[in-house]
T-cell receptor, first 112, second 114 residues
């Protein structure tokens, strides 16, 4: 089955700097890759997703890139702000009614 | 729309007991998935129910079971509790089955096994 590795497990950046979180997946059939953000004490929420027919997707300060050949995808946050501090989870799934497989999460701390 | 709700929010049990957790999805959502969240292990998929049928199952022992009712509400049961079952249990609802649909998570039930 699918296996998703996520790095780093913790990341600290200065406010205003960029943050990058990387994930690799094992199943070459996977074609949907969402990212969820979980603030402290709150529920995970979808922040951005990408499908395998595109290589990059942006939404304001966040972007996700996908390299199908290498089987990895990354989350990029620019101009980080304290409210970006949270745990970020990447996930992958293949076509059909298959469940998401999540990475173990990255705890991002933005230092003011 | 009201969000996903879970009850109870906190539970303390002892080893060997059983527990039932409840999840009410967003109105109109027919899929409910359950996840176990522990520090350092991320979100581990337990199972998914859609239209009262289990559609997918993760790699958890048979002590973990679930069901879904005709109104899409779902329950999860854990029997013969072990210390390692202590975790945050999250349910998520979506309009249709499978992970390609946005998952809307509930606040979770924090289970502590003593």
């Amino acid at each position: 089955g699918e296996n998703v590795e996520q790095h780093p497990s913790t990341l600290s950046v200065q406010e205003g700097d960029s943050a990058v979180i990387k994930c690799t997946y094992s199943d070459s059939a996977s074609n949907y890759f969402p990212w969820y953000k979980q603030e402290l004490g709150k529920r995970p929420q979808l922040i951005i997703d990408i499908r395998s027919n595109v290589g990059e997707k942006k939404d304001q300060r966040i972007a996700v890139t996908l390299n199908k050949t290498a089987k990895h995808f990354s989350l990029h946050i620019t101009e980080t702000q304290p409210e970006d501090s949270a745990v970020y989870f990447c996930a992958a799934t293949r076509p059909g009614n298959t469940p998401l497989v999540f990475g173990k999460g990255t705890r991002l701390s933005v230092i003011a | 729309k009201a969000g996903v709700t879970q009850t109870p929010r906190y539970l303390i049990k002892t080893r060997g007991q059983q527990v039932t957790l409840s999840c009410s999805p967003i109105s109109g959502h027919r899929s409910v998935s359950w996840y176990q969240q522990t520090p350092g292990q991320g979100l581990q998929f337990l199972f998914e129910y859609f239209s009262e049928t289990q559609r997918n199952k993760g790699n958890f022992p048979g002590r973990f079971s679930g069901r879904q009712f005709s109104n899409s509400r779902s329950e999860m049961n854990v029997s013969t509790l072990e210390l390692g079952d202590s975790a945050l249990y999250l349910c998520a609802s979506s309009f249709s089955t499978g992970g390609r649909n946005e998952q809307f998570f509930g606040p979770g039930t924090r289970l502590t096994v003593l």
